[in-house]
């Protein structure tokens, strides 16, 4: 009786590792993040794919050049990727997305990289098709990107339950896989595509875009915690006022206040990137910048790594070996699409060659990653 007095006592002294909403406490995340040294990679999408269902797809998913590009990254010294998923990938085959996902959960590993996996995402073309996809538009950036879910899917709640299924499969299958960083579980969920799909009235996107987005956010995450991954769970904001929770949308300080650690997106120079820090170093959880590198923007990697080293933020530059998305070109491309490669490139590092855009850039990335 008395061991068991003791062993109560001991266990009411140690300190609560979740928060009443599954996130994990300030504590947990920190010393989590401790472990893992400096995390440096890329937004990864093989060169041959012109969205994540080519990637994932049984008919065009590519083990080897996925093997091939991943040790690029790997030679430049880094150690985590951010990828994105289906769910129509996943409701098409179930059992072909988790042995695809496995095998290149080994690929990463074999190269020491971790990827950070994103579950849904709502940029781009909203009505997603499975099976062989479209050519690139010539000149146009990321002219064949896909949301998920699409469109049907997304204004139709009675069918969410899919997603339910998807999302809860997927995470409960490799909640416990060491491969695996961490969770990423709605990229910019309230994106309106304005300057693509939206402004343009090529696939209209629905008038409450940002209502639809942030109930899929918020029922997202329940999904998610009730698979009890053991990898940190987030979502970034993108947009908006960061100054203070009272400041920020509905949306965003969902995203801050449910974030086991905090990802964001910043496209902007050091100026602005250097504000947007400091407006999130004060919330005191991880910071993991999963979106920026655009140099005609003045987010360059001289300008921004650096930075990301000293205060000690994963960096997840867009892009990495230029192909079907076509992401050398800006996003105003969709506005006047650019009848030859851009003299400077807006994303990615290298040729499918496997030569740098810049040698001098892949020359600092080694050395800063050192």
């Not at 300030?26 to 080519?54: C, H, M, T």
Request: hydrophobic content about 40%.
């Amino acid at each position: 009786m008395k061991c068991l007095f003791l062993f109560l006592a001991a266990a009411l002294c140690l300190p609560a590792q979740q928060e009443p909403n599954g996130r994990w406490t300030a504590d947990k995340a920190n010393n989590w993040y401790e472990r893992q040294g400096w995390l440096v990679g890329a937004n990864f999408l093989p060169s041959n794919a012109i969205n994540e269902l080519e990637m994932w797809q049984a008919a065009t998913f590519s083990p080897e050049l996925i093997d091939t590009e991943l040790g690029w990254a790997q030679g430049l010294g880094m150690n985590t990727m951010r990828v994105f998923l289906h769910d129509l990938a996943y409701r098409k085959d179930p059992k072909g997305f988790i042995r695809r996902l496995d095998q290149f959960l080994a690929l990463a590993d074999k190269h020491k990289i971790r990827p950070m996996l994103v579950l849904f995402d709502s940029c781009w073309d909203p009505f997603p098709k499975a099976g062989a996809q479209k050519s690139p538009v010539p000149g146009v950036h990321n002219s064949g990107w896909v949301q998920s879910p699409g469109r049907a899917i997304l204004e139709n709640h009675k069918k969410w339950g899919q997603l339910r299924t998807y999302t809860i499969a997927v995470v409960s299958h490799f909640k416990d896989d060491k491969r695996i960083l961490a969770w990423d579980v709605v990229n910019e969920p309230d994106n309106d595509n304005a300057n693509s799909y939206g402004r343009n009235n090529l696939k209209q996107e629905p008038a409450n875009k940002r209502e639809l987005g942030e109930k899929l956010v918020r029922e997202a995450f329940g999904w998610v915690r009730e698979a009890k991954p053991s990898q940190p769970v987030t979502a970034a904001p993108w947009n908006g006022d960061w100054s203070s929770l009272e400041k920020m949308n509905s949306m965003n300080r969902f995203l801050i206040e449910n974030s086991d650690v905090i990802s964001f997106h910043n496209y902007g120079n050091i100026q602005d990137f250097e504000t947007r820090v400091k407006y999130l170093k004060q919330f005191g959880r991880p910071l993991l910048c999963s979106e920026y590198m655009a140099r005609v923007t003045g987010s360059t990697f001289p300008n921004i790594l650096p930075i990301m080293k000293r205060e000690r933020i994963a960096a997840y530059n867009w892009g990495f070996v230029a192909g079907k998305s076509q992401t050398i070109y800006p996003w105003d491309s969709w506005q006047k699409p650019y009848p030859a490669e851009p003299a400077v490139w807006f994303h990615d590092i290298f040729r499918p060659n496997g030569e740098p855009y810049r040698r001098d850039e892949t020359d600092f990335i080694k050395q800063v990653t050192k």
